[in-house]
């Protein structure tokens, strides 16, 4: 158990589930470049196999994500586009998670909990998620699951900022807010006279 834990923080990521995912990818990708021109393609996926194993890493989960990658990069590339990787930037990848799923958004309220910014739903991170312990003020999520309680995964902490930046048609900013409050105050006071 203690390795699996070692192993699981030597990839996890303090920004989130999405980049501890990206971390896995991009240290698998690398293992299999050194070993490519080794192996033909049933010995790489034994190796892989191994790798997995030995990283405490779900091979299935980690094959399927590297066919979706393959599949989305071939469409990409067929309809022209110029595919390229945000290198190191991680800042910039969170930014793009927040434009991608902007309607899945979370917010920390005063007790601990988080409030679904779209449904309004109270919700709680999972504890498998890197980020349970910390405690982000806003985090986009993936999943919603229900148990006793109402869980979020596949998580990663953003800038709510970011939020109205990026998705301004549907994000309000906190100074727009303070606008909207205020004409809402003077049409109260209007129409009580």
Known sequence: MLIARTSRNHFASVEGDHLTYLSVYRESNEFLEKRKTESSEAKIDKIMKKWCKDNFVNNRSLKHARDTYRQIREHVEQMGFNVSSCGNDMLEYRRCLAASFFLKAAQRQMDGTYRALESGEIVHIHPTSVLFRSKPECVI???????????????????????????????????????????MECCRLKLSK
Do not use: V
């Open 141 to 183: 999520f993936n999943e919603l699951m229900q148990t006793s309680k109402k869980y979020i995964k596949n998580l990663t902490r953003i800038d709510h900022l970011w939020l109205a930046e990026l998705a301004p048609h549907h994000y309000k900013t906190d100074d727009e807010m303070n606008d909207l409050t205020q004409e």
